[in-house]
C-alpha cells in the first residue's frame, strides 16, 4: 500500500514541574483513582525537578528514524504525537491534515499486546481523528472552495516483542549490564526481567504474559543463563484490586533472604526507553533496596535508539509499504497486523462505592 508519512505514538511526559499535575490528571481521566495517589506519583517526577525523560528520548528515536529512512528508504516524512502530553495527536493529525497527508503508519511505542499497550493507543488515534472531523473555520473554508480536507486513514504497525531486532538489541544491552557485575559476585547472577504490572482483569483478557515470557526465554536462551525470572513494578491500582505480582521490591527481598543469586542484572523490557518509571522505581527504589541488602545489582539500559532496534522499526514499515518478510522468533509467531475485534479489551474497572 502507499502511505505518506510515518507517526510516532508515545506515551508522553511533563517537561516541567508545572506539567506535572496536569499530565498526570490527563493520564487518570477517567478512572477512580484518589488524588492522594495522584499527588504521591507526582512527588517522583519532583524528584527530578518536573522533567520525565520521555519526550526527549522519543526526539531522539525519531531522529534515528529520520535518519535510517533517509539512508536506506522508504523516504517518508516522520510525525510524533503523545497520548498524555504535548505533541497531543490530535494537534499532530491536523499539522499532518495541513500538510496534505491522506495515509500513514503508526508506530506504538509499546511492544506488547494489552488494552493499554496496544488497544488504548488505537483508541487514542481514532479519538483524534474524531476531532479533526469538526472543521476548523481554515478547513471549513476550504471545502468550501472545492478542496476538502479528508480525515487521515492511520493504520498501526504490529506488535514487536518477539521480532529478532527487538530480541537482539534487548540481548546486547543485558550483556553490557551483566559486564557491571563485579567479578567477585559473577558465580551466580540472576537476570531479572521487569514489566509494567497491569490488572489481573486485563492480564486475563489479553496475551501480554505469555509475550513477556517468550521474550525471557529467548533473550535468556541466546545469553546462556538459566537462572532468571519475570517480576512486575509500578503497579497503581486499588488496594483490593488484584495486579500482576510479584513486585520488584518484594522478590529483591526474597532474592536476599533465600540467597537466590550472588547478583541480580534488572532488565526493564517492558519499555523501550529508560523514562519516568525506570528511573525512579528501579534507579532509584531498587537500587536503594539493593545496596541496603548488599545485593550487587545492575540495571540494563532499554532499547532505546540501539541500531538492531531502529533497523527493525523501517522493517516493520517495509512490511506494509512492500510486502517485506515478517520476521519472528520464538514460537509465537509475527503479530497480526489488525487486531480483532474484540482483542485486549478495557479492563473491568473496581465499581465506585455508594452512599445510602
Known amino acids: 500500500m502507499n502511505y505518506d508519512a510515518i507517526l510516532i505514538v508515545s506515551f508522553g511526559g511533563p517537561e516541567s514541574h508545572a506539567d506535572v499535575i496536569p499530565f ?12 492522594e495517589r495522584m499527588l504521591a506519583v507526582a512527588e517522583h517526577y519532583y524528584h527530578f525537578d518536573g522533567k520525565s525523560p520521555i519526550n526527549q528520548q522519543t526526539r531522539e ?17 516522520v510525525y510524533w504525537g503523545n497520548r498524555n502530553w504535548h505533541p497531543m495527536l490530535a494537534d499532530t493529525l491536523r499539522h ?59 493504520d498501526k504497525l504490529r506488535q514487536f516483542f518477539n521480532h529478532p531486532g527487538f530480541i537482539e538489541a534487548t540481548e546486547d ?46 533473550v535468556s536462551a541466546r545469553l546462556g543463563i538459566t537462572n532468571d525470572v519475570l ?30 543469586a550472588s547478583a541480580v542484572v534488572v532488565a526493564p523490557i517492558s519499555f523501550i526507553s529508560d523514562h519516568m518509571e525506570v528511573l525512579y ?17 545492575a540495571r540494563a539500559k532499554t532499547v532505546g535508539v540501539h541500531p538492531k532496534f531502529i533497523s527493525m522499526i523501517r522493517e516493520l514499515i517495509l512490511e506494509r509499504t512492500a510486502g517485506g518478510e515478517r520476521r519472528a522468533l520464538g514460537s509465537l509467531g509475527p503479530r497480526v497486523d489488525v487486531c480483532a475485534d474484540d482483542c485486549c479489551p ?10 445510602t
Not at 61 to 77: D, M, V, W
Not at 281 to 297: F, H, K, Y
Not at 346 to 355: E, K, N, S
Request: hydrophobic residues 35%.
Open 24 to 35: 498526570l490528571e490527563n493520564v487518570l481521566r477517567g478512572r477512580n483513582v484518589p488524588r
Open 61 to 77: 528515536l525519531i531522529a534515528a528514524i529520520e535518519r535510517e529512512l533517509a539512508a536506506h528508504g522508504p523516504k517518508l516524512p
Open 96 to 154: 499532518m491534515q495541513h500538510d496534505g497527508i491522506r495515509r500513514a503508519l503508526a508506530f506504538v511505542t509499546s511492544a506488547y499486546s494489552s488494552y493499554s499497550g496496544c488497544r488504548q493507543y488505537r483508541e487514542d488515534i481514532a479519538r483524534a481523528q474524531s476531532e479533526i472531523k469538526t472543521p476548523t473555520s481554515a478547513a471549513q473554508n476550504a471545502a468550501e472552495m472545492g478542496h476538502p480536507n479528508p480525515v487521515i486513514q492511520i
Open 173 to 218: 544491552r543485558l550483556r553490557d549490564a551483566l559486564n557491571e557485575i563485579p567479578a567477585s559476585a559473577r558465580e551466580n547472577v540472576q537476570l531479572v526481567y521487569v514489566a509494567h504490572s497491569i490488572p489481573m482483569s486485563m492480564a486475563n483478557s489479553c496475551d501480554y504474559v505469555r509475550q513477556l515470557e517468550e521474550v525471557r526465554k529467548l
Open 231 to 260: 517480576v512486575y513494578q509500578s503497579r497503581s491500582g486499588a488496594p483490593g484490586q488484584p495486579w500482576l505480582e510479584p513486585d520488584i521490591l518484594d522478590y529483591l527481598r526474597d532474592v536476599k533472604a533465600r540467597n537466590v
Open 281 to 297: 522505581d528501579l534507579d532509584i527504589e531498587a537500587r536503594q533496596l539493593c545496596d541496603s541488602l548488599g545485593l550487587p545489582m
Open 346 to 355: 478495557a479492563p473491568q474497572r473496581p465499581a465506585r462505592p455508594t452512599h
